[in-house]
T-cell receptor, first 114, second 116 residues
């Protein structure tokens, strides 16, 4: 069973640029959620995708957008990067929408905005 | 709105002693509760969850947690801590009524330091 993978591991961008982060779900999982974890804080929910549709969104502006592909892999896109976007971005997958399912997290992408 | 509080930023314990990491929650309905652990430069690793039934939940690596509805708590415990348990622990909640989808609400985390 392959776990959740994310790429790249680290990324450095300049304020105002755009970035794309990628995630491959655990085998058999059709639901992907993205979280932002700022230094010293718990993860904050960005949004969730289920069968290629956005299924729920946290308190993040529209410049945070995503995609889910037919193989259930996913992308997180952030436009017009701000310094406060510097964080660890975590992807998590689950076998479905049932809220009792635990989510399985990838290792994260560390984004630094200068 | 749902929220999670982990009142201790750090817990220090000697190896072999019992370990407790505290968590309290607030939800409008009935909760699903989770514990995750994060090692340096790693993602979150699932430890255990409370869905329904027995208030004492057993999970990975010898950890367990007790759900207390009257105190709205879900404290994580381990009878005998190991140095390798040193990590950052997160409690998370999902309201089974209002959050039928994926949002997990996390606490701020508790750093556990186990000394030899």
């Amino acid at each position: 069973e392959t776990g959740v993978t994310q790429s790249p591991t680290h990324l450095i961008k300049t304020r105002g640029q755009q970035v794309t982060l990628r995630c491959s779900s655990q085998s058999g999982h059709n639901t992907v959620s993205w979280y932002q974890q700022a230094l010293g804080q718990g993860p904050q929910f960005i949004f969730q995708y289920y069968r290629e549709e956005e299924n729920g969104r946290g308190n993040f502006p529209p410049r945070f957008s995503g995609l889910q592909f037919p193989n259930y892999s996913s992308e997180l896109n952030v436009n017009a990067l701000e310094l406060d976007d510097s964080a660890l971005y975590l992807c998590a997958s689950a076998p479905g929408l049932e809220s009792s399912y635990e989510q399985y997290f990838g290792p994260g992408t560390r984004l630094t905005v200068t | 709105a749902q929220s999670v509080a982990q009142p201790e930023d750090q817990v220090n314990v000697a190896e072999g002693n019992p370990l407790t990491v505290k968590c309290t929650y607030s939800v409008s309905g009935n909760p699903y509760l989770f514990w995750y652990v994060q090692y340096p430069n790693r993602g979150l690793q699932f430890l255990l969850k409370y869905i329904t039934g027995d208030n004492l939940v057993k999970g990975s690596y010898g950890f367990e947690a007790e759900f207390n509805k009257s105190q709205t708590s879900f404290h994580l415990k381990k009878p005998s801590a190991l140095v390798s348990d040193s990590a950052l622990y997160f409690c998370a909640v999902r309201d089974r009524v209002t959050d039928s989808w994926g949002k997990l609400q996390f606490g701020a985390g508790t750093q556990v330091v186990v000394t030899p």
